[in-house]
């Protein structure tokens, strides 16, 4: 069973900056692709970015040009780079990874359980 945690997620102002990182149990991430999602109260997972094995990566229109996702294979690790928040970007923040990248959350097999993320203004 691949294990994921997140980390990272906390309050600030509108502006600033946070990076969440994501650690994997799996051995060989770099099988995997490798998501970021976010769900706000009421609202459906939304997505927020992708990085294919390959190093690809796909941002939603909300926040490309502000969030960067990176991985480190060697670390079992993920992250999220996010600048210039704003209070739209309060959520939760989960972590996801599958043999299919994509916006759907249906194409990824494992998550975490999630990292509160709120932007004050």
């Known amino acids: 069973q691949v294990q994921l945690v997140e980390s990272g997620g906390g309050l600030v102002q509108a502006g600033g900056s946070l990076r969440l990182s994501c650690v994997v149990s799996?051995?060989?991430?770099?099988?995997?692709?490798m998501a970021w999602f976010r769900q706000a109260p009421g609202k459906e997972r939304a997505f927020v970015a992708t990085?294919?094995?390959?190093?690809?990566?796909v941002y939603s229109d909300s926040v490309r040009g502000r969030f960067t996702i990176s991985r480190d294979n060697a670390r079992n690790a993920v992250y999220l780079q996010m600048d210039n928040l704003k209070p739209g970007d309060t959520s939760v923040y989960y972590c996801?990874?599958?043999?299919?990248?994509?916006?759907?959350?249906?194409?990824?097999?494992?998550w975490g359980q999630g990292t509160q993320v709120t932007v004050s203004s």
């Open positions: 996801a990874a599958g043999r299919v990248a994509g916006p759907d959350p249906s194409y990824y097999d494992y």
């Open positions: 799996e051995r060989t991430l770099s099988n995997y692709s």
């Open positions: 990085i294919r094995w390959s190093g690809r990566t």
